[in-house]
């Protein structure tokens, strides 16, 4: 019985690994291009793009586990009702309970690892995530370069071009600067061999100062053009958004525990909730699961998926209105858990009772 058993595990697990590893490559890919983007508009450096991805994998994984372990089953199971596999193993002497309470305890793993992803290791990572795009904030514009590419910066008002930077990126070179003059029509283009990063130590200002190049100011179809040649010429550096965002995700557990905020606390059901999805959810799976062979395999994954849509889509909608007030704490998002328990439960169970009644009702009427 226990290599049955085990093996129920082994094919529930490899499905759940092989549709974890899909969807996690397919959101991954999404916020990787958006972090692409930011870097190429020099918003952040790309340098740091896969510390970032590395740190927000745990808040990946969390909510994409529960999803991988429902369609694991549906998909494991599915196919051992398609080839008959379950009716010889009821056939051999093994319930559908015995079934069920292996794949509960299979799912006890899964919710420890998102429980503790949730609680803990994914407020970790977003705490690291914030302190990069802080330190992100608060660096010059020229550190944000990246060579061989038109940047704008200092909020829209100025195009950056370098052909190549030094590997502290203190240093440029073959700079070109589009700067519009403010207050004033036309624009500033100043055009430079070398370029490199000064810092005044009494103001702590910071100038670039650039040689050997040109400077041109003026409105683009006039002819009075002002150019300047130098050998040496200073300009101001904007620093950063020296202001610290606090990211409400990046809060630990704890500190959720310790406030009084309503977002906060909905933060706090919200990584609570996450954990429980996945015993609720296991026990629709194992009833969902069940197809006849003439059906097709994939024909109970429709229904499946909405109601596993349906299931989270409330889970938010609990949420928002226990930020907003309209739902007591200590009724939380438990409602919905208990909504969805009690489906799980009575498609798990339902049936047979009825069944049952029947037969007695039958049996009475005979009598």
């Known amino acids: 019985m226990s290599i049955v058993f ?9 499905s759940m690994l092989a549709v974890s590893g899909v969807l996690l490559m397919v959101f991954m890919s999404g916020r990787f291009i958006k972090y692409l983007a930011d870097a190429a508009a020099g918003k952040i450096s790309g340098d740091v793009l896969f510390l970032i991805m590395a740190y927000r994998f745990p808040g990946f994984l969390e909510l994409i586990l529960p999803l991988g372990f429902f369609i694991g089953i549906l998909l494991a199971y599915g196919r051992m009702y398609l080839e008959s596999e379950m009716t010889v193993l009821y056939a051999c002497g093994v319930s559908d309970r015995q079934v069920l309470a292996q794949t509960l305890i299979g799912s006890l793993l899964v919710m420890l690892v998102v429980g503790f992803m949730s609680l803990y290791l994914s407020p970790w990572g977003m705490k ?32 950056t071009y370098t052909e190549a930077l030094s590997d502290d990126k203190r240093k440029l070179f073959g700079v070109f600067i589009a700067e519009f003059n403010r207050g004033q029509p036309g624009l500033t283009v100043i055009t430079a061999d070398v370029g490199s990063q000064l810092v005044d130590e009494n103001t702590g200002s910071r100038f670039l100062v650039l040689e050997g190049g040109s400077r041109y100011q ?14 040496a010429y200073g300009l101001k550096v904007e620093g950063g ?62 229904p499946a998926m909405l109601v596993y849509i349906l ?25 919905v858990h208990a909504l969805f328990l009690a489906l799980a439960l009575w498609l798990q169970f339902g049936p047979d009772w009825l069944y049952r009644r029947r037969m007695i009702r039958e049996g009475q009427a005979h009598a």
Not at 218 to 230: H, I, M
Not at 311 to 335: F, S
């Open 218 to 231: 003026g409105a683009p179809g006039r002819l009075d053009y002002q150019v300047t040649t130098f050998d």
């Open 241 to 302: 958004d020296a202001r610290e965002r606090r990211d409400e995700e990046a809060l630990s557990t704890l500190e959720l525990l310790e406030s009084d905020d309503p977002k906060d606390r909905a933060l706090l059901h919200w990584r609570l909730s996450l954990p429980l999805i996945v015993p609720i959810v296991t026990l629709l799976a194992v009833r969902l699961s069940r197809v006849n062979p003439r059906q097709g395999r994939f024909f109970h994954l429709l």
């Open 6 to 14: 085990r093996y129920l595990t082994r094919q529930v697990m490899v």
């Open 128 to 159: 690291q995530v914030e302190g990069i795009f802080n330190e992100q904030r608060n660096a010059t514009e020229f550190e944000l370069l990246a060579p061989g590419r038109f940047q704008t910066l200092s909020s829209g008002g100025r195009v």
């Open 311 to 335: 299931y989270l889509g409330l889970l938010i909608v609990a949420r928002d209105a226990l930020e907003d007030g309209k739902v007591p704490e200590w009724i939380g998002m438990l409602w």
